[in-house]
């Protein structure tokens, strides 16, 4: 009986030193693994060979930390690369209105010009100025909704007159570039709580991008869902919806168009601080761009 006892104690203590030696040697690999893991950029993940529970749960916590922490390092790659290209865009944008400016400034003091051509350059300096006025108002405001500086007053709002106000506003651009405008607003009130400021600075947006960019046709529906904006655009094929509303966006990789990319990004930005969606889609030859106001 005796004998017995001691042979099962023997069996039992040499199953726990046999466990023991195998929990070792598997936290040794993981140790061997996990350091590897954090100098080699890799989506490898933590395996384990033991059947312990709390083990398996450590490695189960660990991989998705690794998860997360292989996730913020594309998001702040991508983030840099945007930095750096927002710096690039900036730079180029700055510098274009006042290298022209200062251009016209110099044939102004230099040459023996006649005062009608004095004054089509003044005009011209005075355009240029403008254009970098506009640029630092909208990167003022940009930055200022971004850090959540923006009060809005929410209220309910009748769609329909705000969307009139801005077309009416807009009408003569839209006029002065030929634009056929196909208009649809219901009589009947179609009333959202949204910020009043702020979705007249989204259409106006919205509506500048039009007359800037598209060309012949604008299509505006108002319906009980959304505020549609439609277009006819040059290079439509070149423009990525997906990414239209992105700070700095041009699908004119030249940036000979001047275009800051602002307009659009403070028109989501805007418009998903007031819960709702602004997206856009082409359908056949035309460019589409939905407001949805929840």
Excluded: W
């Amino acid at each position: 009986m005796i004998l017995i006892l001691c042979i099962t104690l023997g069996i039992l203590l040499a199953a726990c030193l046999l466990y023991l030696f195998l929990l070792k040697r598997d936290i040794r690999q993981l140790n061997n693994k996990l350091s590897d893991i954090s100098y080699i950029d890799t989506n490898a993940r933590l395996a384990t060979s033991t059947f312990d529970k709390h083990v398996s749960d450590l490695v189960q916590d660990i991989n998705v930390m690794l998860k997360r922490n292989r996730q913020n390092h594309f998001d702040a790659q991508r983030t840099e690369a945007e930095l750096k290209r927002a710096i690039t865009n900036i730079s180029h944008d700055l510098r274009t209105p006042l290298t022209a400016a200062r251009g016209y400034l110099q044939m102004l003091e230099s040459s023996d010009i006649d005062e009608e051509t004095s004054a089509h350059y003044i005009e011209i300096i005075r355009g240029r100025l403008d254009s970098l006025s506009t640029l630092v108002n909208d990167l003022f405001e940009f930055a200022r909704i971004i850090e959540g500086n923006t009060v809005f007053d929410i209220q309910k709002v009748n769609i329909g007159n705000a969307l009139r106000d801005a077309l009416s506003e807009a009408y003569g651009e839209l006029e002065r570039k030929g634009f056929a405008v196909e208009v649809e607003i219901p009589d009947v009130p179609v009333n959202r709580y949204c910020d009043m400021d702020a979705l007249r600075r989204v259409l106006q947006n919205l509506l500048k991008n039009v007359y800037t960019h598209g060309k012949d046709q604008l299509r505006i529906r108002l319906t009980d869902k959304t505020i549609e904006i439609a277009n006819k655009a040059d290079g439509l094929d070149k423009i990525d919806t997906e990414q239209m509303f992105e700070r700095f966006y041009t699908s004119d990789a030249s940036r000979s168009n001047k275009n800051t990319g602002l307009g659009l990004a403070i028109a989501k930005e805007l418009t998903e601080r007031m819960n709702g969606q602004l997206l856009a889609n082409k359908e056949d030859d035309m460019l589409v761009m939905r407001v949805a106001l929840k």
